[in-house]
């Protein structure tokens, strides 16, 4: 499964990245490598079977630290 994902990460990135890099779209490019490496990470770690706790805890804090709930 470890090798499965890490070749359709490859797959996914030369059809996604190339045409960015070709049309020197380098805001897209940025945005775009962080959302995708952090999916691939996230990916690989969930296929070896670690947990990843929910972000949904953290961000309601941050959320009400911004509007002072």
Known sequence: MFL???L????????????????N???????Y???FISAFVIS???SLGVKIP???KPLEKA???IINI
């Open 4 to 6: 499965l994902i890490i």
């Open 8 to 23: 359709v990460y490859i797959i996914i990135g030369i059809i996604e990245i190339l045409p960015l890099i070709k049309r």
């Open 25 to 31: 779209q380098k805001k897209e490019l940025a945005v």
């Open 33 to 35: 490598l962080i959302t």
């Open 44 to 46: 690989l770690l969930l």
């Open 54 to 56: 929910s972000p949904a």
């Open 63 to 65: 959320v009400k630290a």
